[in-house]
């Protein structure tokens, strides 16, 4: 079974940085895209960082400049660096993974969510 654990979040004042990480265990035979998702209260989930398996990156504009995803391949683990924090960016973020697990067919994984929050 594959599972997602996030750590990393906290209370940040405006200006700071955390680093989010998110390592992926259980039967992985191969891990697709990962990604960074976040939701803020009474609002939609949104897509805020994406890592295909061919190292590109892409990032929702209003985090381009800021935070940086990134990956330890050995540890199967994904990181998301975030500078220059805003109010805004207060939100819970979520790891997603496409694994290939012992099904042999792609499926979506998701970490349980780790709080971040940032004050003025």
């Known amino acids: ?18 680093r989010l990480s998110c390592a992926a265990s259980g039967s992985i035979f191969k891990l697709n ?3 960074w998702y976040r939701q803020a209260p009474g609002k939609q989930r ?20 800021r935070f940086t995803i990134s990956r330890d391949n050995a540890e199967n683990t ?5 500078n220059s924090l805003k109010p805004e960016d207060t ?4 790891c997603k993974a496409i694994i290939v ?9 998701w970490g349980q969510g780790t709080q971040v929050t940032v004050s003025s």
């Open 101 to 109: 697990g012992d099904s042999g067919t792609p499926r979506d994984y």
């Open 1 to 18: 079974q594959v599972q997602l654990v996030e750590s990393g979040g906290g209370l940040v004042q405006a200006g700071g940085s955390l």
């Open 46 to 65: 949104e897509l805020v960082a994406i890592l295909t398996s061919d190292g590109s990156t892409i990032y929702a504009n209003s985090v381009k400049g």
């Open 78 to 82: 994904v990181y998301l660096q975030m």
């Open 91 to 94: 939100a819970v973020y979520y």
């Open 33 to 35: 895209s990962r990604n």
